[in-house]
């Protein structure tokens, strides 16, 4: 018979959404999916469950899509900007 606590953890979220209470180094959140499926238009879709990131320090640094989401976007307009702080549009 199923857990009903995991019953209930899963009910409103994808499991790869769910944030493992284990210590994970980077490289295991690396590797972990959110979504792995197929997409209405037939093809593969893979979507991290963690986008890893180069901190200025060196280290890499995972950060769960849902959870860090912010942190995420904060990141992606970063590397869109200039030396001079300008955005660049690709």
Known sequence: MENNEQKDIHRAVNPGDVISEESQTVE???????VDSPDITGDHIQVPTYFVVDEPN???K?????KDAEEISD???QARVDEEGNRVWW
Not at 28 to 34: M, S
Not at 62 to 66: E, I, K, N, P, Q
């Open 75 to 77: 990141t992606i307009r």
């Open 58 to 60: 060196g280290e890499k």
């Open 28 to 34: 295991d959140k690396e590797q972990q999916l959110a």
């Open 62 to 66: 995972a950060l769960h899509h849902v």
